[in-house]
T-cell receptor
Framework: AQRVTQPEKLLSVFKGAPVELKCNYS??????LFWYVQYSRQRLQLLLR??SRESIKGFTADLNKGETSFHLKKPFAQEEDSAMYYC?????????????????FGSGTQLTVLP | DTEVTQTPKHLVMGMTNKKSLKCEQH?????MYWYKQKAKKPPELMFV???????INESVPSRFSPECPNSSLLNLHLHALQPEDSALYLC???????????FGSGTRLTVV
């Protein structure tokens, strides 16, 4: 079974400070990991996926298989980054599911960037 | 069209009512999902459809009945719900193995 752990429910940083949102996972297979963001009163949006190794809105995340982590980082936080962030793992489903793979979410970290 | 559209946005229903939630996407995604999200909690998977066939049912009570009439539509039929079923119901779709989900904005359901 897969598990995603986000140890911090709440995280506050000042504008311009670096921010790191922690995510650890437990999964026996080869993981596919994602970060989702949910701004106040908006839909859940995909922020990053590990396989693309991209930087979105200044955020990056590196998969560390040795430490089973996928921490989200940004060198200089902005007030508009304030939101709920979810780390998620896509598991290998039954063969019948094809590309429909179950996405399991961590409990989320509420990031507040203070002025 | 790069969105997942859910209707209605809000729904209030009594415990004896029958209602349906609708979800639509025109991105050609062949996997669609229903999630339930309580306030300040992560989404919890309910159902997974792959090529219009139900492939995962996460032990959801039978008062929730999913339906996938075609590759663009996903319904969730509700009957005899309980107040604890009040939540945000999210629909999502995905393109393939290495892609994330695209989520709809959800239906905020209140059971009275």
């Amino acid at each position: 079974a897969q598990r995603v752990t986000q140890p911090e429910k709440l995280l506050s940083v000042f504008k311009g400070a670096p921010v790191e949102l922690k995510c650890n996972y437990s999964y026996s297979g080869s993981p596919e990991l994602f970060w989702y963001v949910q701004y106040s009163r908006q839909r859940l949006q995909l922020l990053l996926r590990h396989i693309s190794r991209e930087s979105i809105k200044g955020f990056t995340a590196d998969l560390n298989k040795g430490e089973t982590s996928f921490h989200l980082k940004k060198p200089f936080a902005q007030e508009e980054d304030s939101a709920m962030y979810y780390c998620a793992l896509k598991a290998q489903g039954p063969l019948s599911s094809g590309s429909a793979r179950q996405l399991t979410f961590g409990s989320g970290t509420q990031l507040t960037v203070l002025p | 069209d790069t969105e997942v559209t859910q209707t209605p946005k809000h729904l209030v229903m009594g415990m004896t009512n029958k209602k349906s939630l609708k979800c639509e996407q025109h991105m050609g995604h062949r996997a669609m999902y229903w999630y339930k999200q309580k306030a300040k909690k992560p989404p919890e998977l309910m159902f997974v459809y792959s090529y219009e066939k139900l492939s995962i049912n996460e032990s959801v009570p039978s008062r929730f009945s999913p339906e996938c009439p075609n590759s663009s539509l996903l319904n969730l039929h509700l009957h005899a719900l309980q107040p604890e079923d009040s939540a945000l119901y999210l629909c999502a779709s995905s393109q393939g193995v290495n892609y994330g989900y695209t989520f709809g904005s959800g239906t905020r359901l209140t059971v009275v």
